[in-house]
Structure formats: structure tokens, C-alpha cells
């Protein structure tokens, strides 16, 4: 809800029954950014501009009504992944234990971000298991190739 003319704020008639234009500029922001968020624009917008932190508040404040369950499944994989590019790195699993107990079309990448979390955080053993998942499981993965290579490198 952005100011719609240029200039000075001043009321104008707008006629019995109208909301004046300084009405509608003082809308709250909260109500501006439910709207927003309901279609995950927002949340896309900061995912693709880096802005990490935007991504995980924004989150925080979605709008879960109505959503289909294929934008929803792709909004919690950037959920997870703006929570390890942070380095939250355990809060970033919590988000990502629904997407890896379901099939869908972001598995593997959700399978792959598991692993480099359990890389980040030290764990060789458990990072293994999710890479060789990818090679096993999803050969066909633009994930193969890296699984493969991160493997060698772990072993």
C-alpha cells in the first residue's frame, strides 16, 4: 500500500463513503506485508536477492491458509537453506525433517542440504550417508556429479 500520487500528503475530497488518500497511505504495515507473503512472492524476492535474514523473518510471518502444497514445499526448502546460508545450522535441519520424510521434487535437494550441514557442523559419517543417498537413490540428480565428488573428498 504505497502512496499512489507524488507529492504532498493532503487529504482530498474524495467523496461520501470514500477513504481519503492519506487514509490509505496510513494502512498498517503488518496488514501490507499478510498479503504480501500469502503468495510467497516476498519470500522469493529475498531468497533470489541473497537477503537471508529477510527470508527467515518473512517466514516466520507466512500465511499458510490456502497455499498450494507444491509453493509450500519449495518456500520451506529456502526457509532451510536461508537458515544454513546463516549458519543456524540445527534450526536449519528441524526445517528440512518434513521435506526428507516425503517425496516430492525437492528431495535431493533437500537430501544434498542435509549433507552439507552435517558437513559444516563436523559430522563426515553422517554427511556420507546423504551424499551416497544422492548417488544411490537419484542418479539422474544435478546433484550426482557433486554428491560424487564429496564423497571422494570425505573419504
Keep these: ?3 499512489i500520487q507524488s507529492g504532498k500528503n493532503q487529504p482530498t475530497d474524495t467523496g461520501p463513503g470514500q477513504p481519503a488518500e492519506s ?3 496510513h494502512a498498517s504495515a503488518d496488514d501490507a506485508a499478510k498479503v504480501r507473503v500469502t503468495s510467497g512472492q516476498d519470500i522469493l524476492k529475498a531468497y533470489l536477492a541473497g ?3 529477510g527470508v527467515v523473518g518473512l517466514y ?3 500465511a499458510e491458509n490456502g497455499l498450494d502444497p507444491q509453493i509450500k514445499i ?3 526448502y529456502w526457509y532451510a537453506n536461508a537458515l544454513f546460508r546463516t549458519g543456524r545450522f540445527d534450526e536449519a535441519l528441524l526445517a528440512l525433517k518434513g521435506l526428507l520424510q516425503s517425496e516430492h521434487h525437492l528431495k535431493d535437494d533437500a537430501i544434498v542440504l542435509q549433507g552439507l550441514i552435517f558437513l559444516k557442523q563436523g559430522h ?3 554427511a556420507l550417508v546423504q551424499f551416497q543417498s544422492i548417488i544411490d537413490n537419484y542418479p539422474t540428480s544435478d546433484y550426482h556429479r557433486l554428491a560424487v565428488l564429496t564423497l571422494k ?3
Design 60 to 62: 516466520r510471518g507466512l
Design 153 to 155: 573428498e570425505i573419504e
Design 124 to 126: 563426515k559419517q553422517l
Design 1 to 3: 500500500l504505497r502512496k
Design 74 to 76: 519449495q518456500i520451506d
Design 23 to 25: 487514509d490509505l497511505n
Design 51 to 53: 537477503d537471508f535474514e
